[in-house]
Structure formats: C-alpha cells, structure tokens
Nanobody
Framework: QVQLVESGGGSVQAGGSLRLSCGISGYYANRRDRLMAWFRQAPGKQREGVAAIYTLTGRAHYVDSVQGRFTISQDVAKNTVYLQMNSLKPDDTAKYYC????????????????????WGQGTQVTVSS
C-alpha cells in the first residue's frame, strides 16, 4: 500500500510563495523507479496535473501555466517530494494533491490524471489579490 501525506498549504497574497511537501510511506517508498506528481483542483474545475518528477533521473515536467514559477523536487533519503511555488497568482488557488504511480501506467503521460493510482488527501492553497 502507498500512503501520501501532504502539508504546507495555506493562504498567501499574490506574488508570494509557498512550499508543499508530500511524505511517501509504504512499499512504494523503497522503490527508486517512482513517478511522483502534484495535481490541483479548483472548485468546478477538473483536476489538473501541475508538475511531475521521476525519482531515478530527477527529470521534471510542468504544465505551461506554472513553468518558471513552480519547482518540483525530491529528497530521496527522506522519501519526500516538494513543490516550491513562487510568484503565486489568484488563479493558482486550488486544493493541491500529491500523487504516485505505483502501477507503472506508462501508457499515460506524467501529467495525465489517469496515470496515478495513489493520492494524498490534499492541501488547500489560497492566493488573494
């Protein structure tokens, strides 16, 4: 089983920064071929892939709207994935979810919701103008 626990959400003014953390536990924590991602969902909108990272290579993918503002990173020893969010905008307001691909659904892209079979409970990010 895979457990994902997010933290670090909160409220911030536009232009501010937040860092989200996702702790990984369970059997998946011991694998080095992990694919981890951050998604977000605003009220009335579909869940959107924000950023993803491959544990083995460190290669990252971003949705265009956060490119240059958000950075996904990892601490492999701590089994933790981070999302550093800078220059936040009101449009970034959403609940942010950590996700893992324990089943290796390689038919889907790294920012595709269908790729991920394990999810955290989410953490709210609110950006005011």
């Amino acid at each position: 089983q895979v457990q994902l626990v997010e933290s670090g959400g909160g409220s911030v003014q536009a232009g501010g920064s937040l860092r989200l953390s996702c702790g990984i536990s369970g059997y998946y924590a011991n694998r080095r071929d992990r694919l981890m991602a951050w998604f977000r969902q605003a009220p009335g909108k579909q869940r959107e892939g924000v950023a993803a990272i491959y544990t083995l290579t460190g290669r990252a993918h971003y949705v265009d709207s956060v490119q240059g503002r958000f950075t996904i990173s990892q601490d492999v020893a701590k089994n933790t994935v981070y999302l550093q969010m800078n220059s936040l905008k009101p449009d970034d307001t959403a609940k942010y979810y950590c996700a893992a691909d324990p089943d290796g659904r390689t038919l889907y892209g790294p920012l595709d919701f269908t790729r991920y079979g394990a999810w955290g409970q989410g953490t709210q990010v609110t950006v005011s103008s």
